[in-house]
């Protein structure tokens, strides 16, 4: 069992009250693939440019991802500059956005991987999303992420993505800019009216929920003292609920529960560093031990 990511990877330049970091190795299907691979084979479909270093390419294959989609075009990756301000931990004040190559060329999927059955569309253009969609034979399992940039301005294509997905993660923000609803729970019965069959908003500090037809249920979050760089927390999150259901044999309450406990416990340890630090040196071993302290803030 594996899956497949389609994203960015791309360089990032991030500035927190806990100091400043240039070009780490970022992007949504970075961040998913290095929380999704503790638990299952990741294949990571993307477009870098000639100036991506070769340093992140030999650290995600040490990673254990598939890297037969990364695509090289002539051009420049995407770089993405952002700030954290002490006061909005939560918010990312973007600073300098370089598209680069990712206006232009689009992923690849390279052949052997168009049986694989497990597909994840990380935030992405998602007209390039749907098309990457298409190149599947049959999947039985596909989530998608969006942001509030495509719901802005490609509103009518997201819906129209929607119908084919089976599992969408979103943020509170996203979901409410995608139904017009401000109470969560009508957002999420309303996302699974567009046609997912399963919804789950992240809610940053305050944890996430899950919805579906059979069943409904809230998570808090990990509580931490001190956040040094949130970037690529929900693409982490992501990669732990999606990971973990492509290892499980079959979906259910239990299995959901588990699959967003991690998410939780991934997402904990990736904020607690800037970029990729913290999550890429995790162990399974270590995840369990949070895991074993966050399952006792549900005695009473």
């Not at 305050?206 to 040094?228: C, D, N, Q, T, V």
């Amino acid at each position: 069992m594996s899956i497949v990511v389609m994203g960015t990877v791309a360089l990032d330049t991030i500035k927190t009250p806990h100091g400043f970091k240039k070009n780490m190795l970022g992007g949504s299907a970075s961040h998913f693939a290095v929380s999704a691979r503790l638990f299952t084979p990741v294949h990571l479909a993307a477009v870098i440019g000639e100036d991506f270093p070769e340093k992140h390419i030999t650290f995600l294959k040490r990673k254990g991802v598939d890297l037969a989609s990364l695509t090289t075009v002539k051009g420049t990756t995407f770089r993405w500059e952002g700030e954290y301000r002490c006061d909005d931990l939560n918010t990312a004040c973007t600073l300098k956005t370089s598209l680069g190559v990712i206006s232009s060329a689009i992923p690849r999927l390279d052949t052997h991987q168009r049986n694989i059955k497990h597909v994840f569309l990380a935030n992405y253009d998602p007209d390039v999303q749907q098309e990457f969609l298409k190149l599947f034979k049959n999947p039985q399992l596909v989530g998608m992420d969006t942001m509030n940039l495509w719901i802005n301005t490609k509103l009518s294509a997201v819906k129209r993505l929607l119908k084919k997905v089976d599992i969408l993660i979103v943020n509170d923000t996203e979901a409410k800019d995608l139904t017009h609803e401000l109470n969560l729970l009508k957002a999420a019965r309303c996302l699974e009216s567009y046609g997912p069959k399963m919804v789950i908003i992240k809610k940053g500090e305050h944890g996430g929920i899950f919805y579906s037809k059979r069943f409904i249920f809230a998570m808090p979050a990990y509580p931490l003292e001190i956040i040094i760089d949130p970037t690529g927390a929900g693409d982490t999150f992501a990669g732990a609920v999606m990971g973990y259901l492509v290892k499980s044999s079959h979906i259910n309450a239990s299995v959901l529960t588990r699959a967003i406990s991690y998410a939780i416990i991934l997402s904990s340890f990736n904020v607690e560093d800037f970029g990729l630090t913290k999550t890429a040196a995790l162990t399974l071993k270590e995840v369990h031990q949070r895991m074993k302290i966050f399952r006792r803030f549900f005695l009473f």
